[in-house]
């Protein structure tokens, strides 16, 4: 999920920027959920053309075991 406060319809395609590693990317709104009674929306994305986009492992390499 990402939080923003610019009203956008699922649908929509938006561009998501990550400058801490200079890279942005296109993504596609897929859910949108209105945060309380501020103007902040959450946003479900599927990215478009971009693999591992945040640059994250999943599962995590020290997940630990529940059993």
Known sequence: MLV???QVKPGSQ????YPEHS?????????RELTG???QISLALEFLGQDNFWQIQFPPAHRISMS
């Open 4 to 6: 923003c406060e610019t």
């Open 14 to 17: 938006v561009y998501v920027l």
């Open 23 to 31: 890279k942005s990317t296109r993504a596609r709104v897929v859910y």
């Open 37 to 39: 009674s501020s103007k």
